[in-house]
């Protein structure tokens, strides 16, 4: 067992080493604009000084998207979903990325392991609208509801559930 632990220790580091970390906003200098491209659209990032923080300025044209405390959030603000930031955003002067993409051919056998599948949601029912169960001499349900009460043996339509109770018990007395 300890020598599995050994193993798994070696690829992490191994892997930490050669995919790099995402840069922090405080590393960036203030004025440095950025961009993407995400499904056709290209949007632009630009890092400034608020209340004494630093944060990424999101735009998609002129309009501001918002502002970011770091690279990932900001590229989640133009995606709706979780991203790598130091991979996404590239500068706008030179066209690289932050981080450069990790290349697992060289991680060897630090790569990531093939994804467990994900377990199945039972079945769900057939949407639709479900059948009420009617009314039968002497089992005490009186009728269904729909938007009138309906005797469940002759299927009369009557106006409230107490009509219901009186029709069965005069019309089909039980034996």
Not at 18 to 24: A, D, K
Not at 97 to 124: E, F, N, W
Request: some cysteine.
């Amino acid at each position: 067992m300890a020598r599995k632990k050994e193993r798994q220790d070696k690829g992490k580091a191994a892997r930490e080493s050669l995919t790099g970390t995402t840069p922090r906003l405080e590393t960036l200098p203030v004025g440095m604009r950025l961009f993407r491209n995400y499904r056709q659209e290209r949007y632009d990032a630009e890092v400034v000084e608020q209340e004494g923080q630093r944060r990424l300025r999101v735009m998609k044209g002129k309009k501001v998207l918002g502002t970011a405390a770091s690279l990932s959030k900001g590229a989640e603000l133009c995606s709706n979903h979780p991203e790598r930031g130091g991979t996404v955003w590239r500068d706008a002067k030179t066209g690289a990325t932050l981080l450069p993409v990790p290349r697992y051919d060289q991680l060897q056998a630090a790569t990531p392991g093939p994804r467990k599948p994900k377990a199945r949601k039972a079945a769900s029912k057939k949407a639709g609208r479900k059948r009420t169960p009617r009314a039968k001499e002497g089992d005490g349900t009186n009728g269904t509801i729909r938007r009138s009460w309906q005797c469940g043996i002759c299927e009369v339509k009557l106006p409230s559930q107490k009509d219901v109770t009186d029709h069965i018990a005069k019309e089909h007395p039980a034996k």
